[in-house]
């Protein structure tokens, strides 16, 4: 759609900035804190870059005050971090850590008395180690109790204090890298227990977003998705079923559940001819289906284009042999059933290069438009309220010798993303705020200190930490002016 004028963007819009507990916190022992599952993962050689870690990662937990000061000096209206579980409950459930709740107490104040909102995510990856040794952590369905328990600490605790709250960040990416690509903890490559574990994780979110309603009538409360919207390679319409395919098992598989309590029906059918679809208890939908987001956090970096898959497409001679070697041409029957399971997709698309995007220096697309199909695409399908939870550019930046951070790029980066979300508004979409990733630079979980995204730059790297300097970089002030004028300067 084109637009000669723009609409403004609406009066309370939540300018915000992002992080997560392990990535800026440290102090990872420090007043009764329980180990959690990233701090143990990090320390076996050869998973992290350099074998950085969040030990103390930009100890944020000793200096936050000076951190919120920074946020404040900049206007920022809205700041999204995460509670680390394990700092309230060392052992994930059973005595609760009041040095743990003082410290998010202590931060949430701050933010309130300079007028910023606190926007708090219940779990952003690091599940207690101790769940994990007992029972399997997500596994195990006794995990949907002890978050809740978890969650309603947070809830009575903070009830009048925060509004906004994320359940999960990014269900989708944890539970893929925990459980397909051995990247992230538990590490275990078995793709039948990640459907089964995402199913137990749908649970307790829904749990728990139940609870919050019963507690926090008020508030407001969504999972964040890491939503990357799938583009078919071109008009071949076997490229567009391909995109369809895309579409519902990468992102339709988790956002149908958190809105509409269902599994879309074609992925189901294909797992379950697989046999990796989840299992299904008797309560387990009428739970989905009762708990209702009030909305829905979107982390964007990147779509996916996709096209069918050659095995979709037997070439002649390959038709003919398999005609010979097997009653159907069903393509169900091509590989080995256990070997299909490992790579679901595989039947339904391929992933291929855009040749119209350029990429960051660790290969993410650039794709501003994107954002804008993104938003539109589910305001269409799910027409929920939405928050851009995350949105970023992870980038290598240099401190000058008078300490200054010439991030032009990432200022375009931004620029051109926020451009695309006022042409969404303008079309119609309804977005409460934009949190771009991340405020200071912090721990990229497997890269290390030197893939930056900050608004802030932090002095150290990998091999040491330096003096842990704060120096706000050139996009700082940049998005200080764009907050001022409530978008109106770019
Ligand atoms: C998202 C995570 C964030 C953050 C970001 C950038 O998926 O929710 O925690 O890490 O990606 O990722 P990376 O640090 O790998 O570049």
Redesign the pocket.
């Known amino acids: 759609m084109y637009h000669k004028k723009l609409d403004d963007f609406p009066k309370d819009f939540l300018w915000g900035a992002?992080?997560?507990a392990y990535?800026i916190e440290g102090g990872y022992d420090a007043d009764g804190k329980g180990a959690s599952v990233w701090d143990n993962f990090t320390k076996i050689p050869g998973k992290t870059f350099e074998g950085t870690n969040g030990d103390v990662a930009v100890d944020h937990y000793n200096r936050y005050k000076e951190d919120v000061k920074l946020m404040a000096d900049m206007g920022l209206k809205a700041y999204r971090f995460s509670v680390s579980w394990s700092r309230i409950l060392p052992e994930g459930t059973g005595e609760i850590n009041e040095a743990g709740l003082l410290f998010y107490e202590n931060l949430i104040d701050e933010l309130n008395k300079n007028h910023i909102e606190p926007v708090l995510t219940l779990y952003?990856?690091d599940i207690p180690q101790a769940l994990q040794d007992k029972y399997n952590g997500w596994e195990s369905r006794q995990v949907i109790e002890d978050f809740d328990t978890y969650a309603r600490v947070l809830f009575e605790r903070f009830k009048d204090k925060v509004k906004y709250w994320v359940s999960f960040?990014?269900q989708n990416?944890f539970t893929a890298m925990g459980y397909r690509w051995e990247a992230h903890p538990p590490s275990i490559p078995d793709v039948k227990k990640m459907f089964e574990a995402n199913h137990i994780i749908n649970l307790a979110n829904a749990k728990a977003i139940n609870s919050f309603h019963e507690i926090v009538p008020d508030g407001m409360i969504g999972p964040?998705f890491?939503y990357g919207p799938m583009y078919a390679f071109d008009c071949d319409p076997e490229n567009v079923l391909a995109e369809l395919n895309g579409e519902e098992f990468q992102n339709h598989w988790w956002l149908d559940v958190y809105i509409h309590g269902k599994y879309p029906k074609v992925t189901f059918k294909h797992l379950d001819r697989l046999g990796i679809a989840p299992t299904i208890e008797e309560g387990d939908l009428a739970l989905l289906q009762s708990a209702k987001p009030d909305f829905l956090g979107v982390?964007y970096?990147h779509g996916g284009t996709v096209r069918a898959n050659e095995i979709e497409r037997p070439m002649e001679k390959e038709e003919a042999d398999l005609e010979k070697s097997f009653e159907a041409t069903d393509p169900y029957l091509m590989k080995p059933k256990d070997e299909q399971a490992q790579s679901p997709e595989t039947m339904m698309f391929t992933n291929v290069n855009n040749p119209y995007l350029e990429k960051t220096a660790?290969g993410?697309e650039i794709d501003p438009v994107g954002i804008r199909i993104a938003l539109r695409r589910l305001q269409n399908r799910y027409d929920i309220p939405m928050m851009i939870t995350?949105n970023?550019l992870?980038a290598y930046d240099e401190l000058t010798d008078d300490k200054r951070v010439e991030d032009d790029y990432r200022i375009e980066y931004l620029k051109t993303h926020v451009e695309e979300i006022q042409k969404a508004i303008t079309d119609g979409v309804d977005l409460i705020g934009y949190c771009a990733?991340?405020f200071t630079d912090?721990?990229?979980?497997?890269?290390g200190y030197k893939?930056r995204?900050g608004f802030v730059y932090i002095d150290r790297d990998e091999y040491s930490e330096k003096n842990l300097e704060r120096i706000p970089k050139k996009s700082y002030y940049w998005y200080k002016k764009v907050i001022e004028t409530n978008g109106r300067e770019l």
């Open positions: 992002a992080s997560a990535q952003h990856w960040n990014e990416v964040s890491g982390n970096y660790w993410w995350e970023g992870g990733w991340s912090l721990l990229s979980w497997l890269n893939k995204y």
